[in-house]
């Protein structure tokens, strides 16, 4: 599965931006995918995923209730609804396929990235 992010930017504390992340190849809809975020001098880490059929989903404690995970396998994307951002969502998001269909949560779990998207929250 090849990934490309978009959908980041500048946006004031309180305020919600939706990252999108395309995908191609024909394992996009028997994948679990997941989102990260790297911020800098820090490592990456999980910010949400999703199951093959979109049916569950987790979430890092620090975005549960902000944050939805989504996908669509007829247009082969995947989506991140991020509201009520907050300065210390700032850091650059990743898209990612795992290398199973259920949830997975952990770096080594992932086999496909997308390039980062950079999302900046001012306060």
């Known amino acids: 599965v090849q990934l490309q992010a978009s959908g980041g930017g500048l946006v004031q504390a309180g305020g919600s931006l939706r990252l999108s992340c395309a995908a191609s190849?024909?394992?996009?809809?028997?994948?679990?995918m997941g989102w990260f975020r790297q911020a800098p001098g820090k490592a990456r880490e999980f910010v949400a995923g999703?199951?093959?059929?979109?049916?569950?989903?987790n979430y890092a404690d620090s975005v549960k209730g902000r944050f939805t995970i989504s996908r669509d396998n007829t247009e082969r994307m995947l989506y991140l609804q991020m509201n009520s951002l907050k300065p210390e969502d700032t850091a650059a998001y990743y898209c990612?396929?795992?290398?199973?269909?259920?949830?997975?949560?952990?770096?080594?779990?992932?086999?496909?990235w997308g390039q980062g998207t950079q999302v900046t929250v001012s306060s």
């Open positions: 999703i199951n093959w059929s979109g049916g569950s989903t």
């Open positions: 990612a396929a795992s290398r199973f269909s259920e949830t997975a949560t952990t770096l080594t779990d992932f086999g496909s």
């Open positions: 190849g024909r394992t996009f809809s028997r994948s679990g």
